[in-house]
Each structure stands twice: as C-alpha cells, then as structure tokens.
C-alpha cells in the first residue's frame, strides 16, 4: 500500500490561518446585489463579447456553479454535462479524459488518440491525451463553443471545443480555499497577485489534491488498498504592460502519482447490465471493495513554457502565442479486473477466461505550438482577423504486458513513436449594419502530416494468447490530409432583447494512424474526416435582464468520421471511417426572479447515428459474453452491423439544473446552492449490447455557507445520492467495467485578499 502524506494538517493550518476562498467567491453572485443576471463576457470569437451577440452556440461555466463543482478534488471529468451536449469520460481515471459534443467523439484509449474535440488552454490546443488533462484552478471561466471551429483558431476542430480561460496578472490580490471531505479527499488552492506602476505584474497559482487509498481490495491483508492520488499544479504568470504593447511569460507544472482507474471484472451478469457485488447475483454493489491480483499505478508529470505578446497598432491588434508543453507518464492496472482464471486454483469475481495485466507509457511528449494573428480593433462596420498556425508533435509510447498479473519483466514489449506536424492559414470577416444586421464569414486551409511507425521488438508469451508467437518488425505509416474549411453566419438584432441567428460551417480532422502492436500484428489508418454542420437559434434577455433563454437547433453531416474498434477479441484498437449524421436541440434558461434567489436549466436531445450500411465490427471478445443486440453481418461470426447505432458515449437526453438563494446576515449572507446532472442511456461501444450500457446517470451537489466580501466556510457534497453507475467498460475478456466517482462531503473554507 502507498503512503500517502498527511494533507489534513496542511488543509486546516491553511483555512485557520484565513487562507481559503471559493472559487465562486472570485466573482460575487449577480442575484446578492438585485441586479438581474448581469452580462456574460465571452472570447468564443477571441475578442470579448457579449455571450448573446456571438453567432456560435455557446456555454458558459463560472461563479458559483464552477466553484461548487470544483471544490472537492474534482479533475476534468466534471465538466461532463454542465452545459448541454457534452460529455467526458475516461478509462485511465483523471490523466486522459475523452471529450464528446453532440455526440462526436472517440472511445480510443491509445495514448495517441485523435479526438474530434479541442481542449484550449489560454489560446492553446492541447493535442495529445494526457495534456488534456490539466487541473483546473483559478480559472476566469469555461467555454464551451459546439460545431466546428477554425476559422478564429490555431487548430481545426469539427465537433466543438472546451476553452479554458485563466485569471491573468495586473492586480495585486489573490484568493485562497481549503476543503476536507470524505476518505481524506483534500483540496488546497491558493493564487496571490502584485503589481506595480511600471507596468509589471505577476500571479502565481497552486493547487493541491489529495485522496487516500479508499478501495479495499479483498484479496490483500491490507486494508484499504487503492483509489488515492496526490495531484499537484502550478502556473507562474510574469506580464508587462507599457503603452500598446503587452508580453506575458508563463510557466506551468502538474505533478500525479495515485491509482490508475480501477477494472471491476463481471459486474454486470449476461443479459443485465445492472451494478453486482463481488459475489454475483443477487448481491449488493459495494464502491469500495474489489478482488484483484495486478498492480496498479499511475503518474504523470507535464510542464509548460508560453510567451504571450501583443501589441495595438491602433486599427489592428497584432499577436503571437507560443507554447511549449513536455509530459512523461507510466500507468499499469489489472485489465481483467479480478483474480486468478480459469486456469488457477481461485478466480473470481464470476468467470475470468485469461489474466490481462498491462502498462502504458509515454517515455516523451513534445509539443510546440506557434501562432500570430491580426485582429481588427473597430466595434462596428467592417471587422476582420487573419493568422498562421503550426503545430509540431513528437511522441514516444511504449506498451507492456506481464504474464502474471504481479511479474516486473514484461513478456511483450511494443514500441510507438508518431512525428505530426500542421500548419493553417485562417481568417474572418464580418460586417455590422446600422439595422442590427451583421454578417460573417471565414475560411480556413489545413495542411497535416502523420509519420509512424511501431513495432514490437519482444514477444515471450505462449502460442494461445498471440497466433503466431513472434516479434513483430517495424511497420510503418504516413498519412498526410488538407482541406479548405470554412463557415458563414448572419447575425439579427430583432430587440434589444432578442437576436437570431443561422451558421453553417465545414469541419475537417487529420487523418490518423493506430498501431498497438501489444495484442495485434498490423497498424491500422484512417481517412480525414469532414464535416458539414447547420445550426440556427434564438438569443433571449427579458424582463429587466432577470430572465435569459437560448435555444439552438443543429444538424451535421460527416463523411470518414474516425472511430475506433475498441476490445473486441483481444485488448486492441483499430481504426475505421464510416458516415454519420446527427441532429439536435439544446436550450438554457438562467433566471434572477428575486433578490438573492437564481436559478438555471439546461438541457439537449441528441441524436448522433451511424449511417453507413457498410459499417461492421467485431463483438465482445472470443466468446459470447455479452449480448449483442445487432444484426450478424451475413456469412460471419461475431462480426455486427452497426448501422443506425447512436454514438458511443452519446446520450439522447441530457440535462442540468441548479439553484441558489441566500439571505442578508450581519455584514454578509448564507446561502444554499444545488447543481445537478442527468443523462439518459449510453452504449459504451460501437455494438449495441445489453450489458455494455448504462441506463440513466443522475449526481446532485449541494452546498451550505456563509459568505462576506472576503470571507466563505460552508459544507458541501458532491453526488449526494451515491449514483452508482458505469461509465465504460472493456469487452475482450470478462463484463468488466469502470464506474463513476463516490459520493462525497466535507466542509470548505476561503478568503480573499
């Protein structure tokens, strides 16, 4: 068992010394002063707009919902369903989220995954998996821009981007916030400011998570055996400002070592896909017990270096953005997810047809990113920016497995090294009329270009687990893919209450290239994909800014959408292309009807469906474990028709809501807050089967305090009903699967100053 140290002395020695303030306490609530909603300033368009003015559909996260849900060690996976049509998953825990929007998506878990959606971090992309992971803390707020995107940024994305946007230097201040909560769920952040008349600011931002071990795996002595993590980040922030010109250095670092995700092997029984506990059926679900014999680790360790500059010529606005970001990482786990087989003595729990005890490494991950930009500075008549982008990628992966789930010598060694570089012209117009008419219109040209090659230099394992039993000898790829995007909208200010809106645009993602050589003997490609989506909505404000409704409606068309076949006969994943079409409504409705009372409701219909008649892939493992409920392809074995099928990880029905009030006491108020998330059924794979899915998922937090212009302690919880549902799972050897975080409370406390 791991040690972790203590962080309960370092949290109240903190919050005693006054340090801890909520994020939310950032910003005071716009109810607490009566004023109505107030705007919403948002840089979807990368200039500061109004949230009702931008011709893209949008969503915003800050205040008190970003504070509640982000007070409690929470990682990324947060975000998932907080505004309409997004969804985040992972199966390597909080090192390697899986972003999905309007159903688009990947289920790869290859630590070189290609994804449909764009993490963006201050204005840059973070490509590779395990950078899209970095913690969030003190953030200015979060963006969530649906379709596709490019003509505004560095990296082309087609199914939407998650933006994320950090409190800059140039005030002297700060903020600190402390929280304990249950199996020692630790969270400490901390971002003090300075700056001075010569133009020089600074801002230095930490955040510390910690988690004891809270899983007790049964097959030990030990108690409580896995679960925990230490998760730590830092941003250093040095700005200049003098006259037209602005330049800021900054400097980033996360440091993890806890768990990696745990497998729990047959937790669903065949032709259910209800949660059982470790004895089979009829047996309650227990969150914190497993029965395992593998290891399981995992660290992480990235490190960023940008330099931000600008400079007003007055009609223009010139930029450049360069970013450096380096990151290592190791994580092993039980892959079956239980102990023993059917070949030993003891197994269980249920059937274990093989022990699966693998590790994934990225010995090295460079990614350099460079872009400068023109933007117009008029507010009204003609406005444009143009920029030039370049992307460069160097990543090295290593993949092992073990022939006894504790052996420290692999007997398979597979080895990856993927070269990628892209470059993009891009650029938009737009024009305002006196009438409230305004349109837009951008293009974008895409240029990428893949180089891989993977081998697998070590082979020792028996002739029943890989056919034939041999190395295999470098095998190489490039793909290169280019296209000209583009999108066009018109913008219609019927009120001042109310704008309508229409976009259309083309969306495009490189093709790419898979080659785990760990279980398979081939690599495998796909095609560039490109998308072509339509939207329209309505942008509402009434009654004196109290009340503020948006409502959009979409439809896309994408040819080659890249997926991959995930499981199947061996844990493998392969690429393909096939079609796909969706369509949607998504509506939010944020309200102020009282002093100190608000409240939100947000919510999606998704349909996201293959449509491809030539689309097939293999079932769950060599023998029928699961029952798959599409059609055989004709002539074959375990081979599916997955035509029709909604995504994977792809809800019809989300929705979210939350609601606050507090009451004037002293020289400050109490105050209660809920938010909470409901989606409706998920198939994990790209086959429809009855065990691979989750019905319904719904997780509500709460939060208790009291709160001055400096000051917050409050009691918090966060799912609050101990929903116990899966959130994924892996097909090739037994029902295994992964489940969503437990149920926790604590307390919290901050200050501003």
Same mark, same amino acid.
């Given at each position: 068992?791991?040690?972790?140290?203590?962080?309960?002395?370092?949290?109240?020695?903190?919050?005693?010394?006054?340090?801890?303030?909520?994020?939310?306490?950032?910003?005071?609530?716009?109810?607490?002063?009566?004023?109505?909603?107030?705007?919403?300033?948002?840089?979807?368009?990368?200039?500061?707009?109004?949230?009702?003015?931008?011709?893209?559909?949008?969503?915003?996260?800050?205040?008190?919902?970003?504070?509640?849900?982000?007070?409690?060690?929470?990682?990324?996976?947060?975000?998932?369903?907080?505004?309409?049509?997004?969804?985040?998953?992972?199966?390597?825990?909080?090192?390697?989220?899986?972003?999905?929007?309007?159903?688009?998506?990947?289920?790869?878990?290859?630590?070189?995954?290609?994804?449909?959606?764009?993490?963006?971090?201050?204005?840059?992309?973070?490509?590779?998996?395990?950078?899209?992971?970095?913690?969030?803390?003190?953030?200015?707020?979060?963006?969530?821009?649906?379709?596709?995107?490019?003509?505004?940024?560095?990296?082309?994305?087609?199914?939407?981007?998650?933006?994320?946007?950090?409190?800059?230097?140039?005030?002297?201040?700060?903020?600190?916030?402390?929280?304990?909560?249950?199996?020692?769920?630790?969270?400490?952040?901390?971002?003090?400011?300075?700056?001075?008349?010569?133009?020089?600011?600074?801002?230095?931002?930490?955040?510390?998570?910690?988690?004891?071990?809270?899983?007790?795996?049964?097959?030990?002595?030990?108690?409580?055996?896995?679960?925990?993590?230490?998760?730590?980040?830092?941003?250093?922030?040095?700005?200049?400002?003098?006259?037209?010109?602005?330049?800021?250095?900054?400097?980033?670092?996360?440091?993890?070592?806890?768990?990696?995700?745990?497998?729990?092997?047959?937790?669903?029984?065949?032709?259910?896909?209800?949660?059982?506990?470790?004895?089979?059926?009829?047996?309650?679900?227990?969150?914190?017990?497993?029965?395992?014999?593998?290891?399981?680790?995992?660290?992480?360790?990235?490190?960023?270096?940008?330099?931000?500059?600008?400079?007003?010529?007055?009609?223009?606005?010139?930029?450049?953005?360069?970013?450096?970001?380096?990151?290592?990482?190791?994580?092993?786990?039980?892959?079956?997810?239980?102990?023993?087989?059917?070949?030993?003595?003891?197994?269980?729990?249920?059937?274990?047809?093989?022990?699966?005890?693998?590790?994934?490494?990225?010995?090295?991950?460079?990614?350099?990113?460079?872009?400068?930009?023109?933007?117009?500075?008029?507010?009204?008549?003609?406005?444009?920016?143009?920029?030039?982008?370049?992307?460069?990628?160097?990543?090295?992966?290593?993949?092992?497995?073990?022939?006894?789930?504790?052996?420290?010598?692999?007997?398979?060694?597979?080895?990856?090294?993927?070269?990628?570089?892209?470059?993009?012209?891009?650029?938009?117009?737009?024009?305002?009329?006196?009438?409230?008419?305004?349109?837009?219109?951008?293009?974008?040209?895409?240029?990428?270009?893949?180089?891989?090659?993977?081998?697998?230099?070590?082979?020792?394992?028996?002739?029943?687990?890989?056919?034939?039993?041999?190395?295999?000898?470098?095998?190489?790829?490039?793909?290169?893919?280019?296209?000209?995007?583009?999108?066009?909208?018109?913008?219609?200010?019927?009120?001042?209450?109310?704008?309508?809106?229409?976009?259309?645009?083309?969306?495009?993602?490189?093709?790419?290239?898979?080659?785990?050589?760990?279980?398979?003997?081939?690599?495998?490609? $796909?095609?560039?994909?490109? *998308?072509?989506? %339509?939207?329209?909505?309505?942008?509402?404000? /009434? =009654?004196?800014?109290? @009340?503020? #409704?948006?409502?959009?409606?979409?439809?896309?068309?994408?040819?080659?959408?890249?997926?991959?076949?995930?499981?199947?006969?061996?844990?493998?994943?392969?690429?393909?292309?096939?079609?796909?079409?969706?369509?949607?409504?998504?509506?939010?409705?944020?309200?102020?009807?009282?002093?100190?009372?608000?409240?939100?409701?947000?919510?999606?219909?998704?349909?996201?469906?293959?449509?491809?008649?030539?689309?097939?892939?293999?079932?769950?493992?060599?023998?029928?474990?699961?029952?798959?409920?599409?059609?055989?392809?004709?002539?074959?074995?375990?081979?599916?028709?997955?035509?029709?099928?909604?995504?994977?990880?792809?809800?019809?029905?989300?929705?979210?809501?939350?609601?606050?009030?507090?009451?004037?006491?002293?020289?400050? $108020?109490?105050?209660?807050? *809920?938010?909470? %998330?409901?989606?409706?059924?998920?198939?994990? /794979? =790209?086959?429809?089967? @009855?065990? #691979?899915?989750?019905?319904?998922?719904?997780?509500?937090?709460?939060?208790?305090?009291?709160?001055?212009?400096?000051?917050?302690?409050?009691?918090?919880?966060?799912?609050?009903?101990?929903?116990?549902?899966?959130?994924?799972?892996?097909?090739?050897?037994?029902?295994?699967?992964?489940?969503?975080?437990?149920?926790?409370?604590?307390?919290?406390?901050?200050?501003?100053?």
């Amino acid at each position: 068992m791991r040690h972790f140290p203590s962080a309960t002395a370092i949290a109240f020695a903190l919050a005693a010394a006054g340090w801890a303030a909520p994020a939310a306490a950032q910003e005071a609530p716009a109810a607490a002063e009566d004023s109505g909603l107030g705007d919403i300033v948002v840089t979807a368009q990368r200039r500061e707009e109004s949230l009702q003015d931008v011709p893209v559909a949008v969503s915003v996260l800050s205040g008190d919902t970003l504070g509640a849900i982000t007070s409690t060690g929470s990682d990324v996976r947060v975000l998932a369903g907080r505004v309409p049509s997004l969804n985040i998953e992972s199966s390597f825990g909080r090192t390697f989220p899986r972003f999905y929007i309007r159903g688009l998506g990947n289920t790869d878990f290859d630590l070189n995954a290609s994804q449909p959606v764009s993490v963006v971090y201050d204005d840059v992309v973070l490509e590779n998996p395990i950078l899209k992971g970095f913690p969030i803390f003190d953030l200015d707020r979060v963006e969530v821009l649906r379709g596709p995107q490019g003509t505004l940024f560095g990296r082309n994305t087609p199914a939407g981007i998650v933006k994320f946007d950090t409190v800059k230097p140039g005030k002297t201040g700060g903020y600190a916030r402390a929280s304990y909560g249950r199996y020692g769920t630790t969270q400490v952040e901390v971002a003090a400011g300075a700056a001075d008349d010569n133009g020089f600011s600074v801002r230095l931002s930490t955040l510390f998570q910690h988690r004891d071990n809270w899983v007790d795996n049964i097959a030990t002595t030990k108690k409580n055996d896995l679960g925990g993590y230490d998760d730590i980040a830092a941003r250093l922030q040095l700005q200049y400002e003098n006259g037209p010109f602005t330049g800021r250095v900054t400097g980033q670092v996360r440091i993890y070592d806890g768990s990696a995700i745990i497998f729990r092997a047959n937790t669903q029984l065949p032709g259910s896909n209800h949660l059982v506990g470790l004895g089979g059926a009829g047996t309650e679900f227990e969150r914190d017990k497993v029965y395992q014999d593998g290891l399981n680790f995992q660290k992480l360790n990235t490190y960023n270096a940008g330099l931000n500059l600008e400079y007003d010529f007055g009609p223009v606005t010139a930029y450049s953005i360069t970013s450096y970001w380096n990151g290592n990482f190791r994580s092993r786990g039980d892959i079956d997810g239980g102990f023993g087989n059917q070949f030993a003595p003891v197994s269980g729990p249920g059937f274990i047809q093989f022990s699966a005890q693998s590790q994934d490494n990225v010995p090295s991950l460079d990614q350099f990113t460079q872009e400068i930009r023109i933007a117009s500075n008029n507010s009204g008549g003609l406005g444009y920016q143009f920029g030039a982008f370049y992307f460069d990628e160097k990543l090295d992966i290593s993949s092992f497995e073990f022939g006894t789930p504790t052996d420290a010598i692999p007997s398979a060694i597979a080895i990856q090294r993927q070269d990628s570089e892209a470059y993009g012209l891009f650029g938009s117009v737009n024009y305002e009329f006196d009438n409230g008419f305004k349109l837009q219109a951008g293009a974008r040209y895409n240029h990428d270009t893949r180089d891989f090659v993977a081998s697998r230099p070590v082979e020792t394992r028996p002739d029943f687990v890989v056919n034939p039993n041999t190395p295999v000898p470098p095998q190489a790829a490039k793909v290169k893919g280019k296209l000209l995007t583009w999108d066009a909208s018109a913008t219609y200010e019927a009120s001042d209450a109310v704008t309508l809106y229409a976009r259309v645009a083309r969306g495009y993602r490189a093709p790419s290239v898979q080659g785990r050589l760990t279980f398979s003997r081939t690599i495998s490609t $796909a095609d560039q994909e490109e *998308t072509m989506s %339509y939207e329209a909505g309505i942008k509402t404000n /009434f =009654l004196d800014n109290r @009340v503020r #409704f948006n409502l959009t409606g979409y439809f896309f068309d994408t040819k080659d959408l890249q997926l991959t076949a995930v499981g199947g006969t061996s844990n493998a994943a392969s690429l393909l292309n096939v079609d796909a079409k969706g369509h949607g409504i998504e509506a939010e409705l944020q309200a102020a009807p009282a002093k100190g009372l608000t409240f939100s409701i947000g919510g999606a219909w998704n349909v996201a469906e293959i449509d491809d008649a030539n689309a097939f892939v293999a079932g769950c493992g060599a023998l029928p474990r699961c029952t798959v409920v599409d059609p055989v392809r004709p002539g074959s074995t375990n081979i599916f028709s997955i035509d029709g099928n909604q995504l994977p990880q792809s809800p019809k029905w989300t929705l979210n809501w939350t609601a606050g009030y507090e009451i004037p006491v002293g020289d400050g $108020a109490i105050y209660a807050f *809920t938010d909470w %998330y409901y989606r409706s059924k998920v198939q994990f /794979f =790209l086959y429809r089967s @009855v065990e #691979f899915s989750d019905d319904k998922l719904i997780e509500g937090g709460v939060r208790v305090g009291y709160r001055t212009d400096r000051f917050d302690i409050a009691a918090f919880g966060r799912n609050i009903t101990n929903d116990a549902s899966p959130t994924g799972g892996i097909d090739f050897n037994n029902l295994t699967s992964y489940v969503n975080e437990p149920r926790i409370w604590g307390v919290e406390a901050g200050f501003k100053f």
